[in-house]
């Protein structure tokens, strides 16, 4: 803590922060997705990650600086966490699922380093469940990281 004292310059990723943009500038076909979401687009990961990102900062405090942290083990693995959100002094890794994200094994061996995370956060196309640390919601409720009155599951956890 802060999440900003340990982050590496070297290492950054780039997320569009309009993604109505980015699927016009692809020129994606949405509807293909709602319709069949198993089957899409090749970039629908990036897009899920991108929204998501966005969603993060469109509920940050307004008047308060709000960056986005991931999280990406030394080499040789290839881990990656997605986000890090900072709730009340505990940090809750994001992973960020344009299908049903089933393994997490990145979120898992990031919740093994941590102690101070106790859990970790899955947005995907899964319904709302926690099981073995990981609290999972569906896309469209990122929102409930901004709101305390939906943040009922998250309170239970910390």
Known sequence: MPLGAESNNE????????????????????????????????????IVEAFIGQEILCYSIPYKRTDLYFWKAEKPSQAEVDFLYDRKGSIFPIEAKSGDGRTLKSLHRFLDQHSKSPYGIRFSMQNYSVFQKIDSRPLYATVTLAHEEQMESLKSLV
């Open 11 to 46: 290492w950054f990723k780039m997320i569009f922060l309009d993604t109505a943009l980015c699927q016009a500038i692809l020129g994606l076909d949405l509807s293909s997705w709602f319709l069949d979401p198993k089957e899409g687009f090749v970039n629908r990961g990036k």
